[in-house]
């Protein structure tokens, strides 16, 4: 378990450096700079395009779902005003492995999905 990225207002999320890489849309996660679907949004627990849990925060529940269907792709969000950076937290308690497994992705395979 690593902190790979913030989950901001309005469903801005930036990287650990805090750069601006995806963004929310109607319980979606989509990349910034393409718009590409990343897969589905669950609460805090984000899911891969297959509903395998993927990024979650220790102050959400983590589930899996069936493979989600693919959502239409919204209007890109106006780029955000870089935030500073937060405090680093407390590294979670390791969670159950959630019914069907954890998402084989890496933070950078999930954002590069085409």
């Not at 601006?20 to 319980?27: M, R």
Request: aromatic share 12%; hydrophobic share 40%; glycine share 8%.
């Amino acid at each position: 378990m690593q902190l790979v990225a913030w989950l901001a207002d309005q469903g801005h999320i930036f990287d650990a450096n805090i750069n601006w890489v995806a963004f929310t849309s109607d319980g979606h996660a989509f990349y910034a700079a393409t718009g590409n679907w990343l897969g589905p949004q669950h609460g805090l627990c984000f899911l891969d395009r297959r509903g395998k849990p993927f990024l979650w925060s220790p102050d959400g529940d983590i589930a899996g779902t069936l493979p989600p269907l693919r959502p239409l792709r919204p209007l890109r969000p106006l780029k955000p005003l870089r935030p500073l950076r937060p405090l680093r937290p407390l590294r979670p308690l390791k969670p159950l492995a959630p019914m069907g497994g954890w998402s084989k992705h890496t933070f950078e395979t999930w954002l590069f999905q085409k």
